[in-house]
């Protein structure tokens, strides 16, 4: 993507920048760019758009996701929200125009698939990240301001990742509503394959033999109601951006794949033979598990600060982020408070009392030196 409108200079009106509202800047003005900016937008701040698409960024603004259409040097935090495979460019074309500027802003994305995209950037300042939200609504008809209230947004940070940079990411997130999950890339894309790429393709090939049963003149497709209707909602999204998708994810979509074939297989020997505790025995694990997923963002209760001295380098919060996903523990807020000498700094971690001691004493034997400080 090239940024053909005239940007804002980051030079002489940087004065007047800063007596104004915090600024962003969207790149991808679909379903998710644009929910961004009408997000960002609800809170205050002035949100500038831009798209390949000729007249996208234009509609967005007509309805109330940008206040003007362009690239803004001057922005804070930068959203490119395009297809996974035109996301490096946009995101190393943006990155270069704020370098321009002498620009410290954050770029991020909003891509499914995340080993790719961190593969091909290794700037300090690029976070990946993923909104676990969407809709059926394809585009503008699906923006909303309140789609990631409630959601789980993932980022993924690297070793090259700037601790200030993905503090001040996870705050606009999290600000949006939304409960920050921090992952490394490659895991995440292990696990989106099995919560949200395999199950779209399991919902197409359900309606594919649903449509081709009907054209036997059955009336299947009247009957299906219900269950059937929720499974394969997702089947009806755009499905050009599967294509990408598929390519940049299809190592772990394939394997799951696999375990999901093998799987059903087990199902068609134990219906075929008779096997009742079997089938028993694996509908009773599939729905305890079922009741057992979360309802939207739990409530974290009384939180706690942890402390951790660092290094003030690249590659902290990665180790530090991930360590606490992988317990299963929610950071609630982080940031990083820089030391005078300026080569260390303290990373501060907000997270629920009840987790409090755990991480700390997990980070101790990671070996890094915490106080767990109480209350924030």
Not at 112 to 141: D, N, Q, W, Y
Request: aromatic content about 4%.
């Amino acid at each position: 993507m090239t940024f053909q409108a005239e940007r804002i200079d980051g030079g002489s009106s940087r004065a007047l920048a800063e007596a104004m509202p915090r600024r962003a800047q969207v790149i991808g003005t679909g379903l998710i760019g644009g929910s961004v900016g009408m997000a960002l937008r609800a809170r205050g701040w002035h949100v500038t758009g831009a798209d390949a698409r000729v007249g996208q960024a234009e509609a967005g603004a007509e309805l109330g996701a940008l206040d003007e259409v362009g690239f803004d040097a001057t922005a804070e935090i930068v959203f490119v929200a395009t297809p996974v495979s035109a996301t490096v460019g946009a995101a190393r074309e943006a990155l270069a125009l704020l370098d321009e500027a002498h620009s410290n802003a954050v770029v991020t994305d909003a891509g499914s698939v995340k080993a790719t995209i961190a593969g091909a950037l290794g700037h300090p300042r690029f976070v990946g990240g993923h909104p676990m939200a969407g809709s059926e609504l394809a585009g503008s008809a699906g923006m909303d301001p309140m789609l990631f209230s409630g959601c789980t947004w993932v980022l993924t940070p690297t070793e090259a990742t700037d601790p200030g940079a993905y503090a001040k990411l996870q705050a606009i997130v999290t600000s949006l509503g939304a409960s920050v999950i921090a992952l490394s890339p490659e895991r995440h894309d292990e696990l989106v394959a099995i919560v949200s790429h395999v199950p779209h393709l399991t919902a197409a090939a359900l309606m594919i033999l649903a449509a081709d049963s009907e054209r036997d003149n059955t009336p299947l497709l009247r009957l299906a109601a219900g269950g059937f209707r929720d499974m394969t909602r997702v089947a009806a999204t755009h499905p050009g951006i599967w294509l990408d998708i598929c390519k940049a994810n299809s190592q772990a979509i394939v394997a799951t794949l696999d375990r999901l074939i093998e799987q059903l297989g087990a199902f068609r020997d134990a219906v075929g033979s008779g096997d009742a505790a079997f089938l028993a025995s694996a509908l009773e694990s599939a729905a305890g598990a079922r009741r057992s997923l979360p309802v939207g963002t739990q409530p974290p209760g009384e939180l706690a600060e942890i402390r951790v001295p660092v290094p003030d380098e690249p590659g902290v919060i990665a180790g530090i982020t991930t360590l606490a996903s992988g317990m299963g523990m929610n950071i609630e807020d982080v940031h990083i408070e820089h030391s005078f000498e300026g080569d260390r700094g303290t990373l501060v971690l907000v997270v629920a009392v009840r987790d409090a001691q755990r991480l700390s004493l997990a980070l101790r034997q990671g070996g890094y030196r915490s106080i767990y400080a109480g209350k924030p």
